[in-house]
């Protein structure tokens, strides 16, 4: 079969080539529910056009993660997002360019570079919350999200955006957001009102852009953050090693603001909600840990303080696995490959598949995570250790294709949560809430916290 003799994967039946596109559109994860109840790890979906094989739970997941690109390749699945990103960049490019593109964004993202970030992200914090008064109601999803937008203006677009420009391009910024709708996913050129919108912001952001990198390169004034880095940055194996053109600056920070603010600010929101909501298990150890933290390190929030957070690293990686904001990372099949079961059930997937795999399904699976709806940081911890099993933890993906920001979101989401933890009591006024699974990046519904000031050390 395409090469490979065997069966396909079962086909998910009685959805019409219009259901299965609605039921995509309106978010998969009742369809995952659904299919795996039927199939099984490994099931295949029609929606409208395409095929979408699941594999559900680490057994069937290593090919996956591991193959390369010319065999799982990315593109075809995520090139919904070029008009969003722009021309020239990410999954626009072919896959010796873009394996340059995240090069230079790891290096902007190196231990050396991280710790130029750590203070501005303390900064942002607490001049955030010092205007919170002494008492009151707020929804920690409308709070983290203002205020990883600042951190996210400052370390990645820089200090014209930041203190100049801020209310104009996060207006834009949220024009690209509203141009991102599930149905986009298969029709990015679809001529809906969302995504005429999109287009005239994406453009004024390149003019904003361009004028500011051409004041940089001008003046010769450097700052500490990614724009710089983007810069500075020049190709080496590809495009004759030149220097990135303004539009493709502006592309790859759009893409790193993609991949990195909203996923932040869900996962701050939840880490708060879930540590609030268990004091016993979150909000108390990790008050406990920033006193010895301030014992050790003095009470500035560094690198090496925040690398040193053990429990609120526990607590968020848990509050990570139970809510990842990414419902489903996706590959395209451009050679067919044999998955075995865990009850020895052997499938050829075919090519031209569009494969999934649903960090969330897969965390909630109970032989992998025990408990997989409670909160317990400690399964991070011996003897459980449950993340460690190969492609079980997936809140950053896994592999080949790992997320780049892992330690960018971690420091920061750190800084917040400590300048919290050292200012500040919580009381959830509802119960924790559901996820929003019609969103495209996983958030929680509203939640009123009421916050007391006081202090901890
Ligand atoms: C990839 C999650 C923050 C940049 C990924 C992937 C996941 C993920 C699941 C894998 C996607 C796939 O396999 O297709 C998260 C979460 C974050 C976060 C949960 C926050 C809590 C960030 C930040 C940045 C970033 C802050 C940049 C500053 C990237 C990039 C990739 C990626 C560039 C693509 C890597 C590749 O395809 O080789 N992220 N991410 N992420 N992430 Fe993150």
Known sequence: FNGIPGKRPPVFEGIPYVGGLLKFAKGPWKLLHEGYAKYGEVFTVPVAHKRVTFLIGPEVSPHFFKAGDEEMSQSEVYDFNVPTFGKGVVFDVEQKVRTEQFRMFTEALTKNRLKAYVPQFTREAEE?????????????????????????????????????????????????DEGMVPLSVFFPYLPIEPHKKRDRCRKALSEIFAKIIQNRRTSGRREEDVLQQFIDARYQNVNGGRALTEEEITGLLIAVLFAGQHTSSITTSWSAIFMAASKDKGWLPAAEEQKAIVAKHGAELSF???????VLHRCINEALRIHPPLLLVMRYAKKPFQVTTSQGKSYIVPKNDVVAVSPNFSHMLPHVFKNPESFEPERFTKPREEQARNYAYLGFGAGRHACIGQNFALLQIKSILSVLLRNFEFELLDPVPDADYESMVIGPKACRVKFTRRKLL
């Open 304 to 310: 090496d303080a925040l690398m040193d957070m053990e």
């Open 128 to 176: 955030y919350f010092a205007k919170w008064g002494d008492s009151g109601i707020v929804d920690f999803r409308d709070e983290f999200s203002k205020l990883v937008t600042l951190t996210a203006a400052r370390t990645l677009l820089g200090r014209e955006v930041r203190e100049q420009l801020f209310d104009q391009v996060a207006d834009l910024l949220h024009g690209l």
